[in-house]
């Protein structure tokens, strides 16, 4: 297989800070060793944009998903495959993009749904609306900003390992029926294989994993999955998997050493075995 590996050193639209280093590390710890060594044929490439000053959040990010749109766009256009390692949970918004396929599917691991918008979140924290960002109509803007001309369907998504939910995201759920499988790996497993699409997007957010197994996080959340369950669950999308993105790595956190391994050895999980 032909395997473009797509770094974002970005955080919140800055290069190089906190979760942005995440991806530099992961492939130091041999990602790209580990795909060349299974037969794979693989590039490496970067998402770079200029500095925005003055700094503003929401063009920097705009910006970030604009340039990984275009980049996911020509690799998936010559027939790789994208595992994109990012910094952000916002920037599945530029992966969607770039497959511009209107009825693709959504495999969401994440703790939280990230569904939340500007006026539902209780924080405001930019990576609280990441799956928003391609889902909800206040959103249709920052779409348009980075090419992306489709919405993704509720119907087409599963969230896995989800079990941090805001006021706001429950009531976007409960209105649009998005399958919430949570922690239940049976349920899971039956929803991807209920899922109306050929072609799948599997977003993994380590904080899907429970801190007993992964610590290295900003927002730790109890009572999570196991690597061997995302692993069974990554392997249920493995015939349908159009691109896998993984992010929110914290490469300065005491316990990074462990995590990185389970990090690179979930990144490429499924295009070795």
């Given amino acids: 297989m032909n395997i473009s590996v797509i770094t974002v050193p970005y955080h919140l ?17 041999g990602i790209v060793d580990n795909l060349l060594q299974a037969g794979h044929v693989v590039s490496v490439l970067t ?19 604009g340039a990984l749109a275009r980049l996911v766009g020509d690799v998936v256009a010559r027939g790789d495959f994208p595992l994109v390692v990012a910094g952000n949970c916002n920037h599945s918004l530029g992966m969607l993009a770039g497959f511009n396929a209107p009825d693709i599917g959504v495999v969401w691991f994440d703790a939280h749904s990230d569904l939340n918008t500007r006026e539902t979140s209780p924080t405001g924290y930019y990576d609280g609306m990441a799956l928003a960002l391609s889902m909800r109509a206040e959103f249709a803007p920052t779409r348009d ?6 919405t993704v369907a509720p119907e087409r998504v599963v969230l896995v390992g989800t079990r941090d939910l805001d006021p ?3 009531d976007y759920i409960d209105a649009t029926g998005i399958e919430v499988a949570g922690t239940d790996i049976d349920r899971a ?7 109306d699409a050929e072609k799948i997007y599997v977003h993994v957010d380590l904080d899907t994993l429970d801190p007993a197994h992964f610590s290295a996080l900003g927002f ?14 990554l392997a249920a999308t493995k015939d349908r998997m159009a691109g896998l993105l ?12 462990q995590a990185i391994r389970i990090a690179g050895e979930l990144a490429i999980f499924g295009l070795i075995t």
């Fill in 168 to 170: 706001g995201e429950r």
């Fill in 189 to 195: 497993l039956q929803c991807i294989q209920q899922l």
């Fill in 13 to 29: 639209g800055k290069k190089d800070v906190s979760y942005g280093k995440a991806p530099q590390v992961l492939l130091d710890a």
């Fill in 246 to 257: 993984i992010t929110s790595l914290d490469p300065e956190h005491d316990s990074a050493e």
């Fill in 220 to 233: 730790p959340t109890p009572d999570g999955l196991s690597p061997e369950q995302v692993k069974t669950v």
């Fill in 47 to 65: 998402v770079e944009i200029e500095d925005v000053e003055p700094f503003d959040e929401n063009e920097a990010v705009t910006q970030v998903n």
């Fill in 145 to 150: 900003a980075v090419g992306m001309g489709f």
